[in-house]
């Protein structure tokens, strides 16, 4: 596995909209190797969601550590409910490097995506975790946190 290198704005690709992994392309050896690549890459990058699309792979894959130092890998991962209430966020991005900003998101969402093994999963994320998948979809939707920010904030460098 190794770390690669992560694209940044203004970089026309981040802009791409990704396509879906069908069923068996999931279960391949080169989209295990994509997986452990962009895991390896976030551990470097020190973020706790990366997805494909921010190494110039257009594909709907993202990776977002659920806490703990366990990252997990959603293919074709859909919000299919959000909370009508939102919350200010303020989020960075490792494809924005040096930026950081007021962001409105939904306070919780319902997601449904696909295991490493294909499995359809639907899940609840509050918090954080809300936070984090509506920002690495975003990302498949060539979307990026910049879009949205109502306010710039400076934050301390990690
Ligand atoms: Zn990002």
């Known amino acids: 596995m190794s770390s690669l290198p992560v694209l940044t704005s203004p970089n ?13 392309e999931i279960t391949q050896p080169e989209t295990k190797t994509l997986v452990k690549d962009l895991i390896e890459t976030m551990r470097v990058e020190i973020g706790i969601g990366i997805a494909a699309p921010q190494i110039g792979v257009h594909k ?8 703990n130092n366990q990252p997990q890998a959603f293919f074709n991962p859909k ?9 200010d966020s303020e989020e960075g991005c490792l494809s924005v490097p040096g930026t950081f900003g007021m962001v409105k ?11 490493p093994q294909g499995a359809s999963q639907t899940f609840r ?7 984090v998948f ?3 979809i975003d990302h498949l939707d060539g979307v ?15």
């Open 134 to 136: 509506q920002h690495e």
């Open 12 to 24: 026309a690709e981040l802009r791409i909209v990704s396509t879906d992994f069908s069923p068996e």
């Open 125 to 131: 994320a509050d918090g954080l975790m809300a936070i």
């Open 144 to 158: 990026l946190f910049i879009d949205k920010v109502t306010k710039y904030t400076t934050h301390p460098k990690l």
């Open 60 to 67: 709907r894959l993202i990776i977002v550590d659920v806490g």
């Open 79 to 87: 919000i299919t409910s959000k909370s009508f209430t939102k919350v």
């Open 105 to 115: 998101r939904h306070r919780s969402v319902t997601v449904t995506a696909l295991t």
